[in-house]
C-alpha cells in the first residue's frame, strides 16, 4: 500500500511512520508534506497514492482546501485533536477520522478498512488512460436535510428513486433523504455487486428485494421491502442482465 502523509508536525509524522512500520511491514511511504500547498503540489506532480493520512490543521491553514485546489481521487484519513470537523470529513468523503494522540488500534482498523474498501491501482500500466481505470465504490452518504446531517452507509440503503425529477434515498427503516445527484452518476458509484439499475426511476439494493413475480413481455416485477410504491418493474431490455445478476454472475 502506498501511503502518503500530509501532516505540519515532525513528532507526529515520526510517530505515523513507526505505527505503520509496525502494523503495516509492505506499507511504502511516498512522502511526508507540512502544508496545503505543498500537498497540492505533489498531489499534482505525482501518481494518486492508495491512501492519504492527512491532519486536519497544517502549517498554512486548515487541509480541507487542498480539495478545492486538487483533484484528490483517493482515500483519506483525516487526524487531528479535536473532533468539530467530523462533518466537514465526511463531506469530502473521508474513509475515517482519526483523533490525536493515535491509537495503534484505531490506525491498524484505518488501514483494515482501506484495504477491504479500495480498489488497488494497477502500477504496472501507469500508461493506461484515467478512464479505464476502475473506481472504488462509495462508502458512506453524507446527506444534508435543513439544517440537519445524516451519515448514511451503503447497507442502510434500500433502494434509490427518483420523484418529479428529484432523487430519494429511501434507508431499511423506510425514511426517504434527499440526494443532490441523478440517479446515471449514483450509479456508478454503487458496488455493482450489492446495488442493480432495474429501470430509469430506480435503483435497489440485493438485500431489499422480498419477491421477483413474472410480468408481461418477458420483463420482471420486484416486490421491495419497504414497499416501494409503483411497480418496480425490470425494463426488457434489463431482464437478461438483471438475472444474471442475482445468479452472480
Avoid at 16 to 42: N, Q, T
Wanted: hydrophobic share 45%; no cysteine; charged share 30%.
Amino acid at each position: 500500500m502506498r501511503i502518503l502523509i500530509i501532516e505540519d508536525e515532525q513528532a507526529a509524522v515520526k510517530r505515523l511512520r513507526k505505527l505503520l512500520a509496525e502494523l503495516a511491514p509492505d506499507v511504502d511511504v511516498l512522502a511526508d508534506v507540512p502544508s496545503i500547498a505543498g500537498a497540492v503540489e505533489w498531489i499534482k506532480g505525482n501518481e494518486a497514492p492508495d491512501l492519504a493520512l492527512m491532519d486536519v490543521q497544517l502549517e498554512d491553514g486548515e487541509s480541507f482546501a487542498i480539495f478545492e485546489r486538487a483533484q484528490v481521487d483517493f482515500p483519506v484519513v483525516f487526524i487531528t485533536a479535536y473532533d468539530e470537523h467530523a462533518l466537514r470529513a465526511f463531506r469530502v468523503n473521508a474513509l475515517d477520522y482519526l483523533l490525536k494522540p493515535i491509537r495503534r488500534e484505531d490506525l491498524q482498523q484505518a488501514l483494515e478498512r482501506a484495504r477491504k474498501g479500495m480498489v488497488v491501482r494497477d502500477h504496472s500500466a501507469l500508461a493506461r488512460a484515467d478512464a479505464d481505470r476502475p473506481s472504488a465504490p462509495v462508502r458512506r452518504f453524507l446527506i444534508r436535510y435543513g439544517e440537519h446531517f445524516k451519515v448514511v452507509e451503503p447497507d442502510q440503503i434500500a433502494y434509490i428513486h427518483s420523484l418529479m425529477k428529484n432523487t430519494f434515498l429511501r434507508t431499511r427503516e423506510g425514511r426517504d433523504l434527499p440526494l443532490e445527484e441523478s440517479l446515471d452518476k449514483l450509479e456508478k458509484q454503487l458496488d455493482p455487486g450489492m446495488f442493480i439499475r432495474l429501470n430509469r426511476q430506480l435503483i435497489v439494493n440485493l438485500h431489499s428485494i422480498r419477491e421477483l413475480l413474472a410480468y408481461s413481455k418477458s420483463r420482471v416485477k420486484v416486490v421491495l421491502d419497504p414497499p416501494y410504491e409503483d411497480d418496480a418493474i425490470v425494463s426488457s431490455e434489463r431482464s437478461a442482465e438483471f438475472k444474471r445478476w442475482l445468479a452472480g454472475r
